[in-house]
């Protein structure tokens, strides 16, 4: 092989290096940032771009399209000492992309540990009943809190979201003895007040009682009373039927103690006989 031959083939090689480094295609949805003898020259677009070769370099390649950056759960005290966990996740778009590399190191991690600082310092400031139920308030302060620092790096925040907060293992294991000692708090309250109801209406229902039978006890009375003086009245100074009544009640009376189930012996006075013919006979006399 001669020698002229070899310096053509490598004439022919260096010509298609020179071209491939300095053509370059750039994607749909990415610029690139070319630098010059390591400074900053120009940014390319997406399509066919044409670069110095050896002399300018893509040091950055960005993607322009939205960028999902998760931020991972952590530990979050609130103002009343207690123990949340929280992740949330953010969708940045790079919007200058000689800030973005050249603003920050990494705009990423950045964005990632402003996010989590700022979520710690908001929670921080709430007890954890409203920590756990102001999700979207916490969305909009944490968006806003970062949306400067993020457009001082060539970044959009579009939105923060908040994917879950919830209490520590050891918050919820409190949570739910608490929650237990409230349920049966309540349930002693509630037993005392239905014991405290039943006695009032039992002794309301006492005092019913017993006003009904002094009622009925007054009743009996004016009645015996009234029954009294209508036989009074109609007895007059005859003795012989009031002894006749007597009598007859006397006789019903031992009639019906003799007829009681519970009863097995029947005591009757010596003079019975002697008695109920006195009355008779006295009343037979007169």
Same mark, same amino acid.
């Given at each position: 092989?001669?020698?002229g031959f070899m310096v053509v083939l490598a004439i022919l090689v260096f010509v298609v290096v020179t071209i491939a480094k300095g053509v370059r295609i750039v994607p749909q949805?990415?610029?690139?940032?070319?630098?010059?003898?390591? /400074?900053?020259?120009?940014?390319?677009?997406?399509?066919?771009?044409?670069?110095?070769?050896?002399?300018? /370099?893509?040091?950055?390649?960005?993607?322009?399209?939205?960028?999902?950056?998760?931020?991972?759960?952590?530990?979050?005290?609130?103002?009343?000492?207690?123990?949340?966990?929280?992740?949330?996740?953010?969708?940045?778009?790079?919007?200058?992309?000689? /800030?973005?590399?050249?603003?920050?190191?990494?705009?990423?991690?950045?964005?990632?540990?402003?996010?989590?600082?700022?979520?710690?310092?908001?929670?921080?400031?709430?007890?954890?009943?409203?920590?756990?139920?102001?999700?979207?308030?916490?969305?909009?302060?944490?968006?806003?809190?970062?949306?400067?620092?993020?457009?001082?790096?060539?970044?959009?925040?579009?939105?923060?979201?908040?994917?879950?907060?919830?209490?520590?293992?050891?918050?919820? /294991?409190?949570?739910?003895?608490?929650?237990?000692?409230?349920?049966? *708090?309540?349930?002693?309250?509630?037993?005392?007040?239905?014991?405290?109801?039943?006695?009032?209406?039992?002794?309301?229902?006492?005092?019913?009682?017993?006003? *009904?039978?002094?009622?009925?006890?007054?009743?009996?009375?004016?009645?015996?009373?009234?029954?009294? *003086?209508?036989?009074?009245?109609?007895?007059?100074?005859?003795?012989?039927?009031?002894?006749?009544?007597?009598?007859?009640?006397?006789?019903?009376?031992?009639? *019906?103690?003799?007829?009681?189930?519970?009863?097995?012996?029947?005591?009757?006075?010596?003079?019975?006989?002697?008695?109920?013919?006195?009355?008779?006979?006295?009343?037979?006399?007169?």
């Amino acid at each position: 092989m001669s020698a002229g031959f070899m310096v053509v083939l490598a004439i022919l090689v260096f010509v298609v290096v020179t071209i491939a480094k300095g053509v370059r295609i750039v994607p749909q949805g990415e610029e690139w940032i070319v630098e010059r003898l390591g /400074k900053y020259y120009g940014t390319l677009k997406p399509g066919l771009n044409i670069i110095l070769p050896y002399l300018d /370099k893509v040091a950055y390649k960005l993607v322009t399209k939205d960028i999902i950056l998760d931020v991972q759960e952590q530990e979050v005290i609130t103002r009343d000492n207690a123990v949340i966990l929280t992740n949330a996740i953010a969708f940045l778009k790079v919007t200058d992309p000689v /800030k973005a590399v050249y603003g920050v190191t990494d705009f990423s991690e950045a964005i990632r540990n402003m996010i989590m600082t700022t979520l710690r310092s908001i929670i921080g400031e709430m007890e954890l009943d409203e920590a756990l139920s102001s999700r979207d308030m916490i969305k909009a302060r944490l968006r806003e809190s970062i949306a400067d620092e993020a457009v001082d790096w060539g970044l959009t925040v579009k939105s923060v979201e908040i994917q879950d907060i919830k209490p520590s293992q050891s918050m919820q /294991k409190a949570m739910e003895q608490q929650a237990s000692a409230e349920r049966e *708090r309540k349930a002693v309250v509630t037993r005392a007040e239905g014991a405290k109801q039943a006695a009032i209406l039992e002794a309301e229902a006492r005092l019913e009682s017993s006003k *009904r039978d002094a009622s009925a006890q007054v009743m009996l009375a004016e009645a015996s009373a009234e029954s009294i *003086r209508r036989i009074t009245a109609a007895v007059g100074t005859e003795t012989a039927p009031m002894l006749f009544l007597l009598g007859e009640k006397y006789i019903a009376s031992l009639e *019906r103690l003799g007829s009681s189930e519970s009863a097995r012996i029947v005591v009757l006075p010596a003079d019975l006989q002697e008695a109920v013919r006195g009355l008779i006979g006295g009343a037979g006399r007169r």
